[in-house]
């Protein structure tokens, strides 16, 4: 019995040793879990800007609304860009609208909205679809779409390129070049930084960047001074706020905007994750712009136009069919050939000649719904087309109530 309690004992003994040994192992080797590290605020502060972009990226999708503010003594020129950002799909799609005060000159007018001669400015609206192979576009005005492919436009024109962005599927806004910019300094999610001035002088449309002093940024040199921007994150390090002051872009000598006294963007996105899709053309027509879109002197005689392309090219028209409603009807087409360009002033008596001698032969159904009776509109060749094309042109329209057909 003694022996046989001796062994049991024993054994006891043992299992207690090895549940002792295992318990001590187990509390001295287990790896401590560190801690996770932010993607954006627990990064470098000269990179933070760039994981910023790419964690609003990575969200898949976006809204924004951008403005576009330049105040001046007459009152302020403002304009909206607002709509949707698809990052998975490279897809997105955003409405525009200017305000400008009346009392701007035509001048300022023509540089902030473009020409459409004989309707004195170009839409002030427009809505635009931009995918990986095309922007499609729609002016305010118009009851179609045009879908530009990418060798449809002309490119130095930069208009349309606009539209198509690089850190986003919509260009023009200030998430272009923010990848770039530098913090100074980090109070929470809020910061300051730098940035170039050359992606947003890029970026600003019509011929405001002409207007602006070239101290900031010259074209083709490299010679550019920093913009200053205030940034705001979300928790995830996402962006939802850039305000950029490009006040000193203005004070240039002689400029439309001499009065001007500042000049900002800033640019709000919201439901990263959780926007909805971007739209699409609700039905509506869509045209071919490389069918449809040419210069108005490639417009036959009896052929109506309308001026909204979506390009900032006076010369651009689309050919519609009259039965629908229309901005304008060209009833005359003048070509000359053998001589060399004879200078502005000849050139435009020579095209202001030919039209008035075509309007008083031409059916009454081409000029019948000019809006102002009596009255019609031409365009010549400039120097440069002259010589391109070896001759000069002139083509005379009438300009219509929108909406006749």
Same mark, same amino acid.
């Given at each position: 019995m003694i022996r046989r309690l001796a @062994? /049991? &004992?024993?054994? %006891?003994a043992t299992a207690s040793l090895l549940l002792t040994a295992c318990s001590g192992t187990s509390d001295d080797t287990k790896p401590k879990t560190a801690p996770s590290r932010h993607p954006v605020f627990d990064q470098k502060l000269d990179r933070q800007m760039? %994981?910023?972009v790419r964690e609003t990226q990575k969200a898949g999708s976006a809204s924004f609304t951008q403005t576009l503010t330049l105040e001046t003594k007459k009152g302020k020129a403002v304009q909206t860009l607002e709509g949707r950002?698809?990052? !998975?799909? $490279? /897809?997105?799609?955003? $409405?525009?609208?200017?305000?400008?005060?009346?009392k701007f000159s035509d001048a300022a007018k023509d540089a902030i909205l473009g020409r459409a001669p004989g309707r004195a400015n170009a839409d002030a609206a427009g809505r635009f679809l931009v995918d990986g192979r095309n922007i499609t576009y729609r002016a305010g005005s118009s009851d179609y779409w045009l879908r530009y492919g990418y060798g449809d436009y002309d490119h130095s024109q930069k208009t349309l390129d606009q539209l198509r962005g690089t850190e986003a599927p919509v260009g023009g806004t200030l998430l272009e070049g923010l990848g770039g910019a530098e913090a100074k300094s980090r109070q929470g999610a809020n910061y300051q930084a730098e940035v170039d001035?050359?992606?947003?002088?890029? *970026?600003?449309? &019509?011929?405001?960047?002409?207007?602006? /002093?070239?101290? *900031? +940024?010259t074209p083709g040199v490299a010679r550019t001074k920093k913009v200053a921007l205030t940034v705001s994150l979300d928790r995830q390090g996402r962006v939802t706020r850039v305000r950029a002051d490009l006040s000193r872009m203005l004070g240039k000598k002689g400029s439309l905007f001499s009065d001007a006294t500042s000049?900002? *963007? =800033? %640019?709000?996105?919201? =439901?990263?994750g959780r926007s909805k899709p971007a739209g699409g053309t609700d039905g509506g027509k869509v045209l071919d712009a490389a069918g449809t879109v040419r210069s108005i002197h490639d417009v036959k005689a009896g052929h109506c136009i309308d001026f909204s392309t979506g390009q900032r090219d006076v010369e651009l028209v689309v050919d519609v069919p009259c039965a629908k409603p229309h901005d304008g009807r060209v009833f005359a087409q003048a070509t000359y050939g053998g001589?060399? +360009?004879?200078?502005?002033?000849? !050139?435009?008596?020579?095209?202001?000649?030919? #039209? $008035?001698?075509? +309007?008083? @032969?031409v059916s009454d159904d081409w000029t019948a719904d000019s809006a102002d009776e009596n009255s019609y509109w031409y365009m010549w060749s400039g120097e440069y087309d002259w010589q391109?094309? &070896?001759?000069?042109? /002139?083509? #005379? +329209?009438?300009v219509t109530a929108k909406g006749a057909a």
């Amino acid at each position: 019995m003694i022996r046989r309690l001796a @062994r /049991t &004992g024993a054994v %006891l003994a043992t299992a207690s040793l090895l549940l002792t040994a295992c318990s001590g192992t187990s509390d001295d080797t287990k790896p401590k879990t560190a801690p996770s590290r932010h993607p954006v605020f627990d990064q470098k502060l000269d990179r933070q800007m760039f %994981l910023a972009v790419r964690e609003t990226q990575k969200a898949g999708s976006a809204s924004f609304t951008q403005t576009l503010t330049l105040e001046t003594k007459k009152g302020k020129a403002v304009q909206t860009l607002e709509g949707r950002l698809d990052f !998975a799909k $490279n /897809t997105g799609d955003a $409405n525009i609208r200017w305000k400008v005060p009346k009392k701007f000159s035509d001048a300022a007018k023509d540089a902030i909205l473009g020409r459409a001669p004989g309707r004195a400015n170009a839409d002030a609206a427009g809505r635009f679809l931009v995918d990986g192979r095309n922007i499609t576009y729609r002016a305010g005005s118009s009851d179609y779409w045009l879908r530009y492919g990418y060798g449809d436009y002309d490119h130095s024109q930069k208009t349309l390129d606009q539209l198509r962005g690089t850190e986003a599927p919509v260009g023009g806004t200030l998430l272009e070049g923010l990848g770039g910019a530098e913090a100074k300094s980090r109070q929470g999610a809020n910061y300051q930084a730098e940035v170039d001035s050359e992606p947003l002088w890029e *970026m600003l449309p &019509g011929e405001i960047s002409e207007q602006l /002093t070239s101290e *900031m +940024y010259t074209p083709g040199v490299a010679r550019t001074k920093k913009v200053a921007l205030t940034v705001s994150l979300d928790r995830q390090g996402r962006v939802t706020r850039v305000r950029a002051d490009l006040s000193r872009m203005l004070g240039k000598k002689g400029s439309l905007f001499s009065d001007a006294t500042s000049l900002t *963007m =800033e %640019l709000v996105l919201h =439901e990263h994750g959780r926007s909805k899709p971007a739209g699409g053309t609700d039905g509506g027509k869509v045209l071919d712009a490389a069918g449809t879109v040419r210069s108005i002197h490639d417009v036959k005689a009896g052929h109506c136009i309308d001026f909204s392309t979506g390009q900032r090219d006076v010369e651009l028209v689309v050919d519609v069919p009259c039965a629908k409603p229309h901005d304008g009807r060209v009833f005359a087409q003048a070509t000359y050939g053998g001589h060399a +360009y004879p200078g502005r002033s000849a !050139a435009k008596s020579q095209a202001s000649r030919a #039209c $008035n001698r075509s +309007y008083g @032969r031409v059916s009454d159904d081409w000029t019948a719904d000019s809006a102002d009776e009596n009255s019609y509109w031409y365009m010549w060749s400039g120097e440069y087309d002259w010589q391109q094309d &070896g001759k000069g042109r /002139t083509t #005379c +329209y009438v300009v219509t109530a929108k909406g006749a057909a």
